[in-house]
T-cell receptor, first 115, second 114 residues
């Protein structure tokens, strides 16, 4: 069982919809991440939060809006998405952002389809 | 910039065969190296890691040795099982304080046939 929980598991939304992806961890980790994974590709980093502050934004379009309400929760708000945004969205956490010594724990992802 | 190159897949082996998945890297500093595995319908799981040259990471019968002289971190297993069928990602994380992030290879899909 994964220790990083993502909801929902599947999401279908239209291009005019607003939806949110949620991620939760109770391991006391202080760094949380959003990744996007297209089929047969490696995960691509979108955002990193460290101690609830946005640390890295990989030039993600503004139709994706992250939020970290507290150290256990991470949200990704979606608005006016395009069909090419359809992908598996993975949340991850680590004890600190210091990735060289702090491996990531991934959730099972939300499979998003934009119609 | 940092990069990771993995052998092209897919790789298909018979059960109990020997496995090698090649991984080489380019980094400006002294990175840590990782192998992650993704089973069908799941997120990624850390398989093993090595944080300095000549370190050997091992887990579940898999091994990889951090070779600085050849900038490699090849994954090996002596006898694979059907349950090892998955996608394997080599990754590195460089020591860039405040900007640490994983750089992934393209992944290698492994299928084990009974």
């Amino acid at each position: 069982d994964t220790e990083v929980t993502q909801t929902p598991k599947h999401l279908v939304m239209g291009m005019t919809n607003k939806k949110s992806l949620k991620c939760e961890q109770h391991m006391g980790h202080r760094a949380m991440y959003w990744y996007k994974q297209k089929a047969k590709k490696p995960p691509e980093l979108m955002f990193v939060y460290s101690y609830e502050k946005l640390s890295i934004n990989e030039s993600v379009p503004s139709r994706f809006s992250p939020e970290c309400p507290n150290s256990s929760l991470l949200n990704l708000h979606l608005h006016a998405l395009q069909p090419e945004d359809s992908a598996l969205y993975l949340c991850a956490s680590s004890p600190t952002q210091s990735g060289y010594n702090s491996p990531l724990h991934f959730g099972n992802g939300t499979r998003l389809t934009v119609t | 910039g940092d990069s990771v190159t993995q052998m092209e897949g897919p790789v298909t082996l018979s059960e109990e065969a020997f496995l090698t998945i090649n991984c080489t890297y380019t980094a400006t500093g002294y990175p840590s190296l990782f192998w992650y595995v993704q089973y069908p319908g799941e997120g990624l799981q850390l398989l093993l890691k090595a944080t300095k040259a000549d370190d050997k990471g091992s887990n579940k019968g898999f091994e990889a040795t951090y070779r600085k002289e050849t900038t490699s971190f090849h994954l090996e297993k002596g006898s694979v099982q059907v349950s090892d069928s998955a996608v394997y990602f080599c990754a590195l994380s460089d020591r860039d304080f405040g900007n640490e992030k994983l750089t992934f290879g393209t992944g290698t899909r492994l299928t084990i046939i009974p």
